[in-house]
């Protein structure tokens, strides 16, 4: 069974700072991984989809990573800001592109 | 945005009755999928469908069942509401091409 693994639950930094975000995977056989953000309230907004034959994939201050033999994948955020404030998770495709999710990263910035 | 209206998007239920959630999609996209989010459990996977008439279970399909008869439009229905079905559903669809999911706003669903 798929498992997906974000730790930790909740991260809270001042604003300006460059910060990772870290989603762990069971399934080696992974071919591609999905980053969203969920603010409070909301549904699931896809900012990235990072394939296993890409090691990277950036939409402008997002940064996301791919690692299939340590099973790790990172979202990285440069210069955050209070805007950037919500829930972000990780998602990996199964068959049929059946989605398995972490429990979120839920992400403060402070002014 | 891939064009995904979840209606209701809020609903209050008694134990025992039935409730249908529908999901509608303007994209064409062949695989739909319904999820419900719980605190502590994250997003699960209830349903989906990969065309018209065809459906397979996810991994918390008990209580649930799906129909899906237009490209367009993907129900759930809780056959007999339950307390432990008190949740937030999500719709999905999957664009082919990109591999991505896009979802809609969800149904915040009480049963009392």
């Known amino acids: 069974k798929q498992e997906v693994t974000q730790i930790p639950a909740a991260l809270s930094v001042p604003e300006g700072e460059n910060l990772v975000l870290n989603c762990s995977f069971t399934d080696s056989a992974i071919y591609n991984l999905q980053w969203f953000r969920q603010d409070p309230g909301k549904g699931l907004t896809s900012l990235l989809l990072i394939q296993s034959s890409q090691r990277e994939q950036t939409s402008g201050r997002l940064n996301a990573s791919l690692d299939k033999s340590s099973g790790r994948s990172t979202l990285y955020i440069a210069a955050s800001q209070p805007g950037d404030s919500a829930t972000y998770l990780c998602a990996q495709p199964g068959a049929n592109s059946k989605l398995t999710f972490g429990k979120g990263i839920t992400l403060s910035v402070r002014p | 945005d891939a064009g995904i209206t979840q209606s209701p998007r809020h609903k209050v239920t008694e134990t025992g009755t039935p409730v249908t959630l529908r999901c509608h999609q303007t994209e064409n996209h062949r695989y739909m999928y319904w999820y419900r989010q719980d605190p502590g459990h994250g997003l699960r996977l209830i349903h989906y469908?990969?065309?018209?008439?065809?459906?397979d279970k996810g991994e918390v399909s008990d209580g649930y069942s799906v129909s899906r008869s237009k490209t367009e439009d993907f129900l759930l229905t809780l056959e007999s509401a339950t307390s432990s079905q008190t949740s937030v559903y999500f719709c999905?669809?999957?664009?082919?091409?990109?591999?991505?999911?896009?979802f809609g706003a969800g149904t915040r669903l009480s049963v009392l």
């Open positions: 999905a669809t999957l664009d082919g091409t990109k591999n991505i999911q896009y």
């Open positions: 469908s990969y065309g018209v008439k065809d459906t």
